[in-house]
């Protein structure tokens, strides 16, 4: 099916067009979205599943003379991957914020923060500034791995190797820190 006549069949609300749609530009889908939320494997699939009910509702803003039906897909998967992205980064620090207040025995959810603050900045700081922002622009910021690579002149897998040992550098310096950390997000406590 051509482009424009599966976005009129789309637009005609077959589902059919949206199976085709599937056929046609899933692996982009895919793609795009496994960039952003690659190792948030719970969000994926509704990622996923939302971008489709996007695309199903908003076919009629697609403009063939802007961009073409795939780039503007990319464009609704990397903005609801972000979303995404966000909704965990939340979820993240509320569930650190909780920690907080149950070990300092605080109900100021400010002080909390502040906590947060300055406990991120002073193990952040064991790092060298390009590997702190590094980390920064990976794990807060939400930047994609590849618009790094291309920031700081390097492969794709060099990035991802200097992020690693970064993160394994932290480990080795905040062992108590960081594991109590994990175990508690991953038991839910």
């Known amino acids: 099916m051509q482009e424009a006549e599966l976005v009129?069949?789309?637009?005609?609300?077959?589902?059919?067009?949206?199976?085709e749609l599937l056929v046609q530009y899933?692996?982009?889908?895919?793609?795009?979205?496994?960039?952003?939320?690659?190792?948030?494997?719970?969000?994926?699939?509704?990622c996923i599943n939302d971008v489709l009910l996007k695309i199903w509702q908003n076919i009629g803003q697609f403009n063939?003379?802007?961009?073409?039906?795939?780039?503007?897909?990319?464009?609704i998967c990397r903005y609801q991957a972000i979303d995404y992205r966000?909704?965990?980064?939340?979820?993240?620090?509320?569930?650190?914020?909780?920690?907080?207040?149950?070990?300092?025995?605080?109900?100021?959810?400010?002080?909390?923060?502040?906590?947060?603050?300055?406990?991120?900045?002073?193990?952040?700081?064991?790092?060298?500034?390009k590997d702190r922002s590094l980390l920064i622009s990976l794990?807060?910021?939400?930047?994609?791995?590849?618009?790094?690579?291309?920031?700081m002149e390097m492969s794709h897998s060099g990035v991802y190797k200097r992020a690693e040992r970064a993160k394994r550098k932290l480990r080795e310096l905040f062992p108590e820190k960081l594991s109590s950390d994990v175990s508690h997000k991953q038991s839910g406590t």
């Open 8 to 19: 009129q069949e789309i637009l005609l609300r077959n589902q059919s067009a949206m199976r």
């Open 26 to 46: 899933g692996s982009t889908i895919k793609s795009v979205v496994y960039q952003y939320l690659g190792t948030l494997r719970q969000y994926r699939e509704e």
């Open 64 to 75: 063939s003379e802007k961009s073409t039906l795939k780039n503007w897909i990319a464009g």
């Open 86 to 129: 966000r909704k965990y980064l939340r979820e993240m620090q509320e569930l650190y914020l909780e920690d907080c207040k149950e070990q300092r025995g605080s109900d100021s959810a400010e002080e909390a923060i502040f906590a947060f603050s300055d406990e991120t900045e002073r193990i952040l700081s064991a790092l060298t500034p």
């Open 139 to 151: 794990y807060a910021d939400g930047e994609a791995l590849d618009r790094l690579a291309a920031e």
